[in-house]
């Protein structure tokens, strides 16, 4: 926590000039917030159209209103003697900014008419409140037989998700700073994701530093799905990163002869999904491409509540505009993925479920 130490006694002259100044820095600072108080309130929750939110805040005002009614009772405060507390719509407004439109704290600050440190805070605030009510709410498996039907669609039966990773850039941390570095140079966190055939999360992982291999964060996820009390029998796709297990299918890697290339092609025609959801996620939530410029302990929030949100936009259908994923692929190209590096020691049980696909593959229409 930051303290401020006493300041020393203001001299004892010019006492009027003093004075004046002060006055003067007050006018101009009330007529500055009154200013941005009606930019908010009557110009965007009044006069914006649908349009302007989506490009701005990524999604319609109804689905933000919608929202904002989800998280008030876990933001809403009260008015002080000092002053009057943020609406929860003007908290939501200010922290969803943030997270579209990389703007620095001071930029942001200033479109809505508040103080540095309240962007900050209330970035903190409604991402915490995000993952406390609608975490688990949003980002759940859903309904299997619907995802399973989804990816027996695109070529791949059985098949209940797709799963990777991807390095979110951040800014280098207070402590333990290497840790962080990933192969690719930069600062990172990983985001280990599971999304279903519609490019929605349905598990995630946020917070592991650059600097882990993939393998050991699927390890320490717990990853397992199920319905109901009982382990599902499908598969779920990783890349050669992953290890292979009878519940996760990965690419043939090494020599490959026909029928082992078009397993590779129908397992990764289908694991694209999580690099679209990758992509929409980001290209939504650009956030995620300014290296965060928060504490260790704050990213995990904000990414998790990216994916929240990105869940929430997907399910109501909110349009997505192909500049923001231009622009994504833009800013990827600053920070490229670090390659993946295969992991071996295939299971045999694993093995033979692999081999019975292939086969099936092989003798199936392309």
Request: charged share 25%.
């Amino acid at each position: 926590m930051w303290h401020q130490e006493s300041a020393p006694p203001p001299p004892a002259t010019p006492i009027k000039q003093e004075v004046t100044s002060d006055w003067w820095d007050c006018v101009v600072l009330t007529i500055w917030d009154d200013e941005h108080t009606e930019w908010w309130d009557r110009i965007v929750m009044q006069m914006w159209d649908d349009e302007q939110w989506v490009q701005n805040f990524r999604m319609w005002k109804a689905t933000f209103l919608e929202l904002c009614s989800e998280l008030a009772p876990a933001l809403r405060r009260k008015d002080t003697n000092m002053r009057s507390a943020l609406t929860v719509e003007k908290r939501v407004a200010i922290a969803l900014w943030k997270m579209a439109i990389p703007d620095c704290y001071r930029s942001v600050a200033n479109q809505f008419g508040v103080g540095r440190s309240t962007v900050g805070v209330a970035l903190t605030q409604v991402c915490t409140a995000i993952n406390r009510v609608l975490l688990r709410r949003t980002v759940t498996l859903g309904n299997v037989s619907e995802i399973v039907d989804g990816f027996d669609a695109m070529g791949f039966p059985n098949c209940g998700g797709a799963i990777d990773g991807t390095h979110i850039p951040i800014l280098a941390p207070d402590h333990l700073a290497t840790e962080y570095i990933n192969r690719k140079g930069y600062f990172s966190m990983v985001l280990q994701a599971l999304v279903d055939h519609r490019g929605r999360f349905t598990d995630i992982n946020a917070g592991w530093s650059g600097k882990v291999h993939d393998a050991r964060i699927f390890r320490n996820s717990g990853l397992k799905i199920t319905v109901g009390d009982v382990e599902m029998p499908t598969v779920i796709l990783g890349d050669p990163a992953y290890p292979l297990m009878p519940w996760l299918m990965k690419p043939y890697t090494g020599s490959l002869d026909q029928s082992k290339e078009r397993f590779n092609y129908r397992l990764s025609r289908s694991r694209m999904t999580v690099e679209c959801a990758f992509g929409r996620l980001k290209g939504r939530w650009r956030c995620l491409y300014g290296r965060l410029d928060l504490s260790e302990n704050n990213i995990p929030a904000v990414i998790a509540s990216c994916c929240v949100l990105h869940n929430i936009c997907e399910n109501q259908g909110e349009r997505f505009c192909p500049v923001w994923e231009t622009e994504a692929q833009r800013l990827e190209e600053a920070y490229e993925q670090p390659a993946t590096r295969s992991i071996r020691g295939d299971k045999g049980e694993a093995s033979r479920i692999r081999e019975a696909l292939r086969e099936h593959f092989s003798h199936a229409l392309p």
